[in-house]
């Protein structure tokens, strides 16, 4: 997008251009006397120029899709890197021990409000890198494991407000 302008100002001739773009928006002003003075009339006169630069405002970034979270009343297991090893997986709830297979794993359960904690454990069998996560109503806690026979594990805690935390 261009725009151009002209003003007079004290025998000066001011000419503006502005130039915007998604993220810059440039500005050129240019100053040049209209009339010589008589003192400068010896001298060479050139003409002033100033350039005004400003960075746009930058775009609010878009949030995390619902596909990153648990959808309402559901509880998300992710266990994800690498175990060349192998590793041991378990997720569940209290009243649940439920065992995982294989990289990446993502589990789904329903949330049971007598539940006190969710969580989910990987433990490497020799060697490796892997995170792991459990999330619940858009709360997400996660843990990582490198090495040997390292344990990840990530637990969401039943609060006092029917919530986990």
Known sequence: MLHRTRALFHAHQEDTVTTQSPY????????????T????????LLPIAVTVTKTAPTKAQPKADAADGAPSGKAV????????SGLDITYGSDGT??????????KTLTVDEDALYYQVTAQLLGGGDVKCSVTIDG???SG???GGY???SAQLNSDFSGGFS
Do not use: D, Y
């Open 37 to 44: 003075p008589a003192w400068a009339r010896k001298r060479v």
């Open 97 to 106: 021990n439920l065992a995982g297979k294989g990289l990446p794993m993502e």
């Open 77 to 84: 297991f992710k266990v994800w890197g690498s175990a060349p």
């Open 139 to 141: 709360e997400t806690k």
């Open 150 to 152: 390292n344990i990840c």
């Open 144 to 146: 990582r494991a490198q």
């Open 24 to 35: 810059l928006q440039t500005t050129h002003i240019f100053s040049t006397p209209l009339v």
